[in-house]
Nanobody, 124 residues
Framework: QVQLVESGGGLVQAGGSLRLSCTAS????????MGWFRQAPGKEREFVAV????????YYADSVKGRFTISRDNAKNTVYLQMNSLKPEDTAVYYC?????????????????WGQGTQVTVSS
């Protein structure tokens, strides 16, 4: 079992930055791909970024590429999402998730564990 707890959400003006954190329980954190997803009001949950556990590969949705950076600290069982140059369309509840799959994992159904989500609101 893996339990995930997100933090770091909040209200920020367009152009600003936030860093989300997701801390996992369990001793096998370094054998999970860690992903971030988001869900805006009235929209489906969508993939944002993933940090794979093999070769620390990362992959981003086109909408956030160049603005967001995912990273992980295995010693702290924590994955981060640094979000820069935020736009109002980035407003959503952000979820972290863990997947035992190898490589780039972008599908929701590939993730076994989910956090409760943290709200990010970007004002114009």
């Amino acid at each position: 079992q893996v339990q995930l707890v997100e933090s770091g959400g909040g209200l920020v003006q367009a152009g600003g930055s936030l860093r989300l954190s997701c801390t996992a329980s369990g001793r096998t954190f370094n054998r999970y791909a860690m992903g971030w997803f988001r869900q805006a009001p009235g929209k489906e949950r969508e993939f944002v970024a993933v940090d794979g556990w093999i070769a620390d590969i990362t992959y981003y949705a086109d909408s956030v590429k160049g603005r967001f950076t995912i990273s992980r600290d295995n010693a702290k069982n924590t994955v981060y999402l640094q979000m820069n140059s935020l736009k109002p369309e980035d407003t959503a509840v952000y979820y972290c998730a863990a997947s035992p799959s190898l490589g780039v994992v972008t599908g929701m159904n590939q993730y076994n564990y989910w956090g409760q989500g943290t709200q990010v609101t970007v004002s114009s």
